[in-house]
Nanobody, 119 residues
Framework: VQLQASGGGLVQPGGSLRVSCAAS????????TTWYRQAPGKQRELVAA???????SYADSVKGRFTISRDNAQNTVYLQMNSLKPEDTAVYYC??????????????WGQGTQVTVSS
C-alpha cells in the first residue's frame, strides 16, 4: 500500500491550507490514518488521527483549528488547517495501518509535504 501526501505550501499566519493523503494499492481495509509533523530540530509529533469509522482525535495544540476527515470511496484522508500559526510550520507526514487484500497487515508512510506559515 502506498501513500501520497500533497497540498502543502506557503501560507500567511491566520490562513488556511488543506493537505491530502491518498492511499493506493491492494487495500482491503484501513483502520486508522494519522497525520504527524516534524519541525526542524524537533521530534515528530502526532497531529490528528481518524479511524475507519470516522472518529477523529487531535493534539491539544491543533484542537479547534484543524479538522481531519476521510473519503473512504477515494481512500483519501484530508487535514484542513485553519488559523495557521508560524509554529505549525513543519513537514507533514501521513501514516495508515490496515489490511491488504492478501489479509496481511500494512503500516505505510507517505513521503511528507512541507507546510510553511510565514508572513
Amino acid at each position: 500500500v502506498q501513500l501520497q501526501a500533497s497540498g502543502g505550501g506557503l501560507v500567511q499566519p491566520g490562513g488556511s491550507l488543506r493537505v491530502s493523503c491518498a492511499a493506493s494499492g491492494s487495500i482491503f481495509s484501513t483502520d486508522t490514518t494519522t497525520w504527524y509533523r516534524q519541525a526542524p530540530g524537533k521530534q515528530r509529533e502526532l497531529v490528528a488521527a481518524i479511524t475507519e469509522g470516522g472518529r477523529p482525535s487531535y493534539a491539544d495544540s491543533v484542537k479547534g483549528r484543524f479538522t481531519i476527515s476521510r473519503d473512504n470511496a477515494q481512500n483519501t484522508v484530508y487535514l484542513q488547517m485553519n488559523s495557521l500559526k508560524p509554529e505549525d510550520t513543519a513537514v507533514y507526514y501521513c501514516n495508515a495501518v490496515g489490511f491488504g487484500t492478501d489479509m496481511r497487515r500494512y503500516d505505510s508512510w507517505g513521503q511528507g509535504t512541507q507546510v510553511t506559515v510565514s508572513s
